[in-house]
């Protein structure tokens, strides 16, 4: 056999992969008959081609050589519409008749046509075996060569080079290659009208082999049974392989979101049977062969889908997991945005929203809004995703465990912007007071100077450092109040001591009571504090007791449980 595989175009536009096979010695004399036989009768079996290459012309012995062949033929087309063999070409070298016959396809049909007609003084073997080559192979060819010339005959040491050969023998052997090899001429291989692939073709000499591997010549029942087998293995590797492509199809990346066991189980049965009836269409001429092959379908079938379904099963995992991954991922990062949030919001910055009991509540509300989400979210029949809402409910709860931090530093951070904003209000007024003062003692004040105080000093408040946006209008709103109730004692028919004594009065109250303010504030601060101090020790407390009364559950002697006395 060539050791290179050649890869030709074919009419169709595909490819073949064609090897070439030499059996050398075939019917030489040196050989057995028997031999010359098997080998003979094995490559017409393997081969789309067969070239009987014979020199000088076509003998009685030739075509009794091919006896075992067209017997065999004979006895398959009883039970088959196909012919067993594709096409016999002989090869006439040293051809000498050119003159009657040239050489060439033409006129070596011509010479075959002559050599296989059947006349009544023949003898019954000679017509037999005429009539069988005809219906065994699907088409018989001849070409004629003349002699390579004598440099080929005589030369011990001829290799081969083009100069030693006749430029006539040269010249007809480039008109027989493409007559063999050509596109329209190229056969490819089949049995039963199926044309084969290559790992077919391997299965298909195996099986050859297999029949063909005695020292005895198998009999025509043996060889039939070897053709059968030959024709069903390419069924059977075929129908295999459409049902692989069709379940492989149902894993795919885009589908195996849906591909549940139940699904994948319903496709099997599906897929098995387009299988089976791919493999029953096909014409089984031995019933018993095409029985044990559609038994070893099933077989194949139902390992295959075993090994698939594994394949499924961790893939299906694969994607839930990556599903619930990025759904935990997405409704954990809305909880912290919405918690963080709420830490941020300016207009409800106070202390019944930073309480541990308040915050805990936010806390409780969007982590049922997360679960609930989760919930909502697209379900994987075969995958429990317990583990996965129990990972996200725990990172939210350590989640809302930093954000407690962040509210307990808001919260002291409210007081320290209130203390700052009290003082900041204080200051600002006492600047307008200072200047009220001195426009009633020099009797200049007017509504323009009023305005004028008082943007001023709305200028400073609002010129200073800001620590909150909301509490800085707060405060602000509470500046122009003062500002314009200071007016009001300028425009009272006071004199000029009294005025003074009344705006003294006034900024005295607004510090007592934003002191009082403050106080309270503090108090009210301090009792949460204590009261997240007595739940936190309680918790620690019931936690500890917990902790005992399980360790107590485990404690055993020898004589069975112990005895417990809780004494609380």
């Known amino acids: 056999m060539w050791s290179k595989i050649f890869k030709l175009p074919t009419v169709d536009g595909n490819q073949a992969a064609v090897i070439l096979m030499d059996t050398e010695g075939t019917f030489d004399g040196k050989s057995s008959n028997k031999t010359g036989t098997i080998i003979f009768a094995l490559s017409a079996l393997v081969s789309s081609i067969q070239i009987y290459n014979l020199s000088s012309q076509i003998n009685e012995n030739d075509l009794e050589n091919l006896l075992l062949c067209t017997a065999y033929a004979s006895f398959v087309q009883k039970e088959t519409e196909h012919k067993p063999f594709q096409t016999l070409l002989f090869l006439i070298r040293d051809w000498q008749y050119y003159q009657e016959f040239p050489y060439g396809e033409e006129g070596g049909n011509k010479y075959l046509d002559e050599r296989l007609q059947?006349?009544?003084?023949?003898?019954?073997?000679?017509?037999?075996?005429?009539?069988?080559?005809?219906?065994?192979?699907?088409?018989?060819?001849?070409?004629?060569?003349?002699?390579?010339g004598k440099t080929v005959a005589t030369k011990k040491d001829f290799n081969g080079?083009?100069?030693?050969?006749?430029?006539?023998?040269?010249?007809?052997?480039?008109?027989?290659?493409?007559?063999?090899?050509?596109?329209?001429?190229?056969?490819?291989?089949?049995?039963n009208g199926i044309d084969l692939k290559c790992s077919e073709f391997v299965d298909l000499f195996a099986t050859y082999l297999k029949h063909y591997n005695s020292d005895e010549l198998p009999d025509e029942v043996t060889k039939a049974e070897a053709f059968a087998e030959a024709y069903c293995a390419p069924m059977l590797e075929r129908s295999v392989s459409s049902y692989n492509m069709g379940m492989i199809r149902m894993i795919d990346v885009d589908r195996i979101a849906d591909c549940t066991s139940d699904v994948f189980s319903e496709a099997h049965k599906r897929m098995q049977t387009m299988a089976q009836s791919e493999f029953n269409k096909a014409k089984h001429d031995n019933k018993d062969i095409a029985s044990r092959f559609s038994a070893l379908l099933t077989e194949e079938i139902d390992e295959l889908f075993q090994q698939l379904n594994l394949r499924r099963s961790l893939m299906y995992e694969a994607h839930a997991k990556d599903h619930y991954s990025a759904l935990v991922k997405t409704v954990v990062q809305k909880y912290k945005t919405e918690m963080r949030a709420e830490i941020d919001k300016g207009e409800d910055l106070r202390l019944d929203r930073y309480s541990q009991t308040g915050f805990r509540k936010i806390h409780e509300k969007y982590k049922k809004a997360a679960i609930d989400t989760f919930g909502e979210g697209k379900r994987f029949g075969d995958y429990d995703a317990k583990e996965c809402l129990e990972n996200m409910t725990t990172d939210i709860d350590d989640s809302f465990e930093l954000h407690d931090l962040i509210r307990k530093s808001k919260s002291e951070f409210f007081y320290i912007a209130l203390i700052y904003y009290d003082r900041l209000l204080t200051t600002c007024l006492a600047e307008y007071n200072t200047k009220i003062v001195e426009g009633i003692t020099q009797q200049v004040m007017t509504s323009n100077l009023h305005e004028t105080y008082k943007s001023e000093a709305m200028n400073h408040f609002n010129e200073a450092e800001c620590y909150s946006k909301d509490m800085q209008s707060e405060y602000l709103g509470k500046l122009q109040t003062c500002i314009n109730e200071s007016y009001d004692i300028y425009q009272q028919n006071l004199t000029v001591e009294e005025k003074q004594q009344k705006l003294k009065e006034q900024q005295d109250k607004i510090i007592e009571d934003l002191r009082?303010?403050?106080?309270?504030?503090?108090q009210r601060k301090n009792h949460k504090l204590e009261e997240e101090i007595r739940q936190e020790k309680l918790k620690k407390l019931a936690n500890e007791v917990i902790r005992k009364l399980m360790k107590f559950r485990s404690l055993k002697n020898e004589e069975g449980t112990r005895n417990v006395c809780f004494v609380a």
């Not at 430029?167 to 049995?191: A, C, D, G, M, Q």
């Not at 009082?516 to 503090?522: G, M």
Request: glycine share 0%.
């Open 516 to 522: 009082k303010d403050q106080e309270e504030k503090s």
């Open 161 to 191: 080079a083009m100069k030693d050969i006749d430029e006539e023998f040269i010249t007809h052997i480039r008109t027989f290659i493409p007559s063999v090899l050509s596109p329209n001429n190229l056969v490819v291989k089949n049995i």
């Open 118 to 148: 059947i006349t009544p003084d023949q003898e019954p073997s000679l017509i037999k075996v005429r009539k069988n080559l005809r219906s065994s192979f699907e088409k018989l060819s001849c070409f004629l060569l003349p002699h390579p």
